[in-house]
Structure formats: structure tokens, C-alpha cells
């Protein structure tokens, strides 16, 4: 009988809803401008379409992060990490080598012929707080990366 009991708690156990942190997604800047604070400075504004728009810097460099899919102004569903470097003459041959090797920081050459690296982010229906914290550092660690291998 007590082996029954036990197999029927375990059952129940096994049914019972998981409870799970609340998710992060875009339709909530200033939770991403905190996280972003983790790495450096950050700070909230609004782009020329009205929409979110954050601007930090880490390690000294300054990148920026466009709020996408946004219904005016609100309810975004996903976020665009940019960060642009002037002064320097990397070669479209030094950025079809970077797009080639690396996994996380798309590059290109801008207009005027500057660097520049960005790194697209689905946040729609939400990640984990601590996922979001990992692609902040991911977007890190390609600034990092482009800045001592290609400037």
C-alpha cells in the first residue's frame, strides 16, 4: 500500500505546473538597458523612427542597440547590437575573413568606409534573464574580438 501511495505522488509531482522566472523580451527596454548595465555604461533613448534605442559602451567603446519590429514604439520583437569604428583601413578582404571565421558579429564596411559590426537578436515571445546576460557577453567578446584583430 505504501509503495501505491508513493507512485501516486509522484505522479501528482509529475503533473504539477514548473514554475520558471518571468521571461525578457523587447517590449521592455529598460530591463535589457539594466542587463546592458552589467557590461559597461548604458543608458535609454529613442531612435529617429521613435522607437527604442540604447546607447553604452563597453570598455570604452561605444556601440548602440536598435529596437526592431516595434508597433509604434512599443511592443518590439527583436534588438540589433551595432557598434562602428572610424580612422581605420580594414580591407573588405579583412571583413569577408571576419564574416568567414567568425560565429558572432556580422561585419561590413559602412558608406564612408569605416568598420562596423552588429549582431541581431530574436527576443520574441522572450529568453531567460540569464540567456539575454549570455548574448550581451557574446556581443562583448565580438567587440573585443574585432577591435584587437582587425583595428
Known sequence: MTLIRALAATA?????PVLSAP????????????????FGSANLDTDGEGDPMIIG???GTKYAVYFYGCDD?????????????????????EINEWNVTTRYGK??????????????VN???GVSRENLEDTIDWWKLAMETFEENML
Request: hydrophobic share 40%.
Open 73 to 93: 514604439g512599443r511592443r518590439c520583437r527583436e534588438i540589433q547590437f551595432t557598434a562602428a569604428w572610424s580612422g581605420s583601413d580594414v580591407t573588405m578582404s
Open 107 to 120: 561585419a561590413y564596411l559602412d558608406e564612408d568606409g569605416d568598420p562596423n559590426i552588429e549582431m541581431t
Open 23 to 38: 521571461l525578457v523580451d523587447a517590449t521592455d527596454p529598460s530591463e535589457i538597458v539594466n542587463l546592458a548595465r552589467g
Open 123 to 125: 527576443l520574441y515571445k
Open 57 to 59: 559602451r563597453i570598455n
Open 12 to 16: 501528482l509531482l509529475a503533473t504539477a
